[in-house]
Nanobody, 124 residues
């Protein structure tokens, strides 16, 4: 079991940067393959980025590649999503997720644990 709490969302202007955090508690954080997903109003939840247990492998959606960076600090039991050059289409609720297996890192069904989400709004 792991509990996930996201933070760092907010209202920003196009072109701005924002860093999201996901704090984990419960089972050893390094046991979990971690991911970020997002869901915009009226749309399905979509994959954003994922990071392997030790941080050595990362995965990104094409829509965020080159703008977003996922990372983790296992000593702090925290995962991050650094977002640059934000666009209005990045507006969504961002969710932190975790799985022990890491079999399907870009699919929501591949994750067993979810946070409550943090709102990111990009608007001028």
């Amino acid at each position: 079991q792991v509990q996930l709490v996201e933070s760092g969302g907010g209202l920003v202007q196009p072109g701005d940067s924002l860093r999201l955090s996901c704090a984990a508690s419960g089972r050893t954080f390094s046991s979990f393959f971690m991911g970020w997903f997002r869901q915009a109003p009226g749309k399905e939840r979509e994959f954003v980025a994922a990071v392997s247990w030790g941080g050595g492998a990362t995965y990104y959606a094409n829509s965020v590649k080159g703008r977003f960076t996922i990372s983790r600090d296992n000593a702090r039991s925290t995962m991050y999503l650094q977002m640059h050059s934000l666009k209005p289409e990045d507006t969504a609720v961002y969710y932190c997720s975790a799985t022990l297996s890491g079999r399907d890192p870009t699919k929501s069904h591949g994750y067993d644990y979810w946070g409550q989400g943090t709102q990111v709004t990009v608007s001028s």
